[in-house]
């Protein structure tokens, strides 16, 4: 393990950016935090949870996926992507960590979508252990350990020094090229707040909220509950949800004529809208409590049920502190589960 006196801890940033594009969670308005391409001086957040996920850095919300040049009845195929340099993103969380687990198995199995992988390829994860979780987390739920980040290096932040694990090639290639700011430890302060960090998850109001009764094959079960009627009775649609989680993965493709050619753009979208998946033929979901129980079902039973139990839900809490109405997947846990938190 790598240490890293905070001191020194923008030298490190500076010597990362060095050769890489460094992202790092920094603090914007009323106490909130995204993340922000790396520039000299910049102040690593230590809120817990940005507003938006890592997940933009690997699938952007708006990417302009190529160009068509006309010419006559010539036809120019241009390919706009441009991530074939490796970049860091430093201080990411356990929950969304996970998150890329589910996306890989959506957009690295065939027909594998080359602008995501490319990034994926490129992208080094640095996690952090997470000092302070919130009352709204409940990745304990899906089986992450927030006191034990997966990722390409993990650090643990003390009041300090950053300590540094790496965990992959990426992650030790990244660490080699350190050495310079930071030190060899006996990693004795990392594991002592890894203690710490769990007994702080054990106390959470969500620590024993349950995934059990949800799942592979639960379709029947829940699909024409009554539940759905009360819980989507108040949605608004608003699509927020879908757009602070860092595991949705849907979008729409849009061409836009230009003077002299098409310009192809790819943008997410939201189960949540009335014009989602809208076709020739129709609406395929007519009401909100469809689209509702759409969304909600897909976290937690049609993609486990395609995907080997994993639920496509990693407890980050962003729903439960963002809908405008209160709503989220923890309470339709509970409606739908049956689910006594005590
Ligand atoms: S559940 Fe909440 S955030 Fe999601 S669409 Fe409905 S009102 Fe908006
Ligand atoms: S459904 Fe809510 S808690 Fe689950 S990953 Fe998405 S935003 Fe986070």
């Known amino acids: 393990m790598r240490k890293c006196l905070l001191q020194n801890q923008n030298k490190l940033f500076d010597q990362i950016s060095s050769f890489a594009s460094l992202y790092i969670p920094v603090e914007t308005t009323g106490g909130n935090a995204s993340f922000k391409k790396y520039e000299q001086g910049?102040?690593?957040?230590?809120?817990?949870?940005?507003?938006?996920?890592?997940?933009?850095?690997?699938?952007?919300?708006?990417?302009?996926?190529?160009?068509?040049?006309?010419?006559?009845?010539?036809?120019?195929?241009?390919?706009?992507?441009?991530?074939?340099?490796?970049?860091?993103?430093?201080?990411v969380r356990g929950c969304d960590v996970k998150s890329f687990e589910v996306l890989d198995r959506v957009f690295l199995v065939e027909p594998v979508d080359t602008y995501y992988a490319t990034r994926r390829e490129h992208g080094i994860i640095v996690s952090m252990a997470c000092g302070r979780p919130a009352e709204t987390c409940f990745c304990q739920t899906f089986g992450i350990d927030a006191s034990a980040p997966e990722g390409d290096i993990v650090c643990y932040k003390t009041e300090d020094a950053l300590y540094l694990d790496a965990k992959t090639e990426k992650g030790k290639n990244l660490l080699s090229k350190l050495a310079d700011v930071t030190e060899e430890s006996d990693g004795k302060e990392a594991l002592k707040q890894k203690e710490q960090i769990k007994t702080v998850l054990a106390k959470l109001p969500l620590a024993n909220l349950k995934a059990d009764s949800f799942g592979k094959d639960k379709t029947k079960e829940f699909f024409d509950a009554p539940e759905w009627q009360i819980l989507s009775k108040s949605c608004l649609g608003c699509g927020t949800c879908t757009f602070v989680c860092p595991t949705c993965q849907c979008y729409d493709i849009k061409d836009f004529k230009t003077k002299d050619g098409v310009q192809r753009f790819r943008c997410w979208d939201s189960c949540m809208y009335?014009?989602?998946?809208?076709?020739?033929?129709?609406?395929?979901?007519?009401?909100?409590?469809e689209r509702f129980?759409?969304?909600?079902?897909?976290?937690?039973?049609?993609?486990?049920?395609?995907?080997?139990?994993?639920?496509?839900?990693?407890?980050?809490?962003?729903?439960?502190?963002k809908c405008p109405i209160s709503m989220n997947i923890v309470k339709v846990m509970k409606a739908l589960g049956g689910i006594d938190n005590e």
């Open 42 to 91: 910049m102040v690593m957040s230590d809120v817990l949870k940005t507003d938006r996920s890592p997940k933009d850095l690997f699938f952007p919300q708006t990417e302009n996926l190529m160009e068509f040049k006309t010419s006559g009845k010539n036809i120019e195929v241009i390919d706009n992507r441009k991530e074939s340099e490796d970049f860091v993103v430093f201080g």
């Open 274 to 289: 009335s014009e989602f998946t809208k076709m020739s033929a129709g609406q395929p979901r007519l009401t909100q409590l």
């Open 293 to 321: 129980r759409q969304r909600f079902m897909h976290k937690l039973v049609y993609y486990p049920t395609n995907n080997d139990g994993l639920f496509s839900c990693v407890g980050c809490g962003r729903c439960i502190s």
